[in-house]
């Protein structure tokens, strides 16, 4: 499978509830984003009288690399959560908000596998009055069919599994 067939795949099964952009390439990794906005309220009787509401958030940002190093790795991640955090607004009725970063290579080397791993970025909002953000990462390498991720993202590794190595 070619990194294009994966991200097709991969955009493909996140189309069902996600708004998804797809980019050319370039000189850029990003390859596609899929951003999904839920929000739920309950109210009694009328809309004035809300009990509670709550906002939810994922942004998921597709790079598409042939070998994945530990600079690329960096400066895709970084780039992830700079814009991801753009989109929060963090406010009461936001609830979380995830930003994830997905990573489809041929190759990948051992350094930036470790520091994907390794990544940890959480932040709460007003001691989470005003929601939280969690950071996601998920690899799959096409030539051996590895996948990781960092602790939080273990359903991205098993959503890129699933997806993608039938």
Known sequence: MTRAEAIDILCESYSGYFDIE???????????????????????????????EADSNEYVY????????EEIFSRCRDYAYKEGMTHIE???????????????????????LKALKKTRIYKSFRLSYYGWMDFHTGVIALDNG???????GRSTAQLLKKTLLK
């Open 90 to 112: 963090p406010k009461p009725g936001h609830m979380c908000s995830y930003i994830t970063a997905l990573f489809i290579c041929d190759t990948c080397d051992d350094k930036a």
């Open 146 to 152: 590895m996948t990781a991720a960092n602790g939080s």
């Open 62 to 69: 597709i790079f598409s690399v042939p070998h994945l190093t």
């Open 22 to 52: 797809r980019f050319d390439g370039g000189e850029n990794e990003l390859a596609a984003t899929c951003f999904l906005h839920v929000h739920s309220e309950k109210y009694v009787l009328v809309k004035a009288a809300k009990l509670w």
